[in-house]
């Protein structure tokens, strides 16, 4: 059954008398699901400044706003806004049924199938355009749960107060009314923005059962924003951690790019270790983090590198930092690998990061493109130890030899590869093509040697 509680084109009718509300009512409500009074922020009280928005979020917002139908920014991109943090993604909430949203752009598409969405594209830019949703706890619409309480379908629209309730942390259910440039503010958002707390809407404990990767994003934004997470979410955290391992793995690589690759990784780590996250994600990491105090620290170089790198805007990829976590768990199964088979170092490594990758699938599935490189990038290692001769000269040539290069510098400012080699390799690569044969000491076999004979082949034997 879908159930739509507000109509288009009767948006300006459907509008609630305002509530100026000054009270704390939401404080002491929360834990329950129904919406709290709504407190208006009028422009001159807030900074939420149109210049801080895309035009094409404006352009949406106005267009929905002149066709009749309520139209709202929400979500990150009001709260970043108000913390001067120039947002860069823009959300849009409406009363307008995607079929209505589409009819109002050309340039709009619908997606999704349990809940759709419409987009709108300007060119590289793309803004999400989502009906309001009903809340997840009413008896009579066709949500579902499973066993422990996580929503599997989720497709019902709602009105603006529904729609509040069903958003995770209050400073994310702001919402910035186009109309008169106000901020709508359900759910004592404005303050906890101020305080720079995130506090779940509702009961924590059911939040998070409802969507387990809450507990990811609360310590997401605690990393990004500098907030403190609010201690009965962090009661709830204390509880559902195991409830993780009930997200759909392909879920979970998207969320692993949004905490690992946005500029705060060391600081997400650190909150994801604090709350026991980070064993649901990387068993095999997390136990030898807590066993070698020397790998701890090259994570912790990587992480640092990887925060600098996005802050520069220098490209990243996935497969580095997962080759990075699954380093040390690598090197101990391929000693155990050599030891039950002769093989040299680097097929080992290859042989052990396949292994282990096989096992961290379950948990995060991290697509091929990565695992293949990553497993190159980590069988090349060993090969930083030899420095002469034609094999080792190639090694500049090899298509991972950048990923494999800062890996190993890395290493080696951590202690855990030779100094010397690792200057070595970074001084061969800008040199000229003979000072590089030099180097690696291949005029030092004689010229012109005679090649070897290859005896010729015995023949083969009859029988066979
Ligand atoms: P950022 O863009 O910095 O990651 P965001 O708050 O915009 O932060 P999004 O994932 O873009 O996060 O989601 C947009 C909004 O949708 C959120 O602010 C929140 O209101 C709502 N939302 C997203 N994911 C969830 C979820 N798992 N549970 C409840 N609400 C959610
Ligand atoms: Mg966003």
Redesign the pocket.
Known sequence: MQVFTAPGRAGAAIIRPLTQCTSDSHLKNSGTQKPNALKVIPRAAHHVSRDEISKSALKVLYRLHKAGYQSFL????V??AMLDLHPK?F?VATNATPEEVRALFGNCRLIGRRFRLAHVRFGREIIEVATFRAASNHAHDDHAHDDEGRIVRDNVYGSIEEDVL???FTC??LYYNIADFSIWDYVGGVRDVERKRLVLIGDPDKRMRE?P??ML?AV?FAA?LDFEIDTAAEKAMAKDVPLLANVPAARLFDEFL?LFQAGFAEKTFDLLRKYKLFAELFPATDEALDQNPSFLQFVRAALQNTDRRVRADKSVTPMFLIGVFLWKPTKDLAAIRRSEEKMSESQSLSLASYELGVSQQRRIAIPRRFTVPMREMLALQPRFQQTRGKRAIKLLEHRRFRAAYDFMLLLADTGQFDKDKAEFWTKVQNQSAEQRAASFQIDAQPKGRRRRRRRPRSKPSKSR
């Open positions: 929400v979500g990150g991109c709260r970043d993604d959300d069903r958003r995770d994310n259910a969507d990767v809450r994003r997401r990004k949004k």
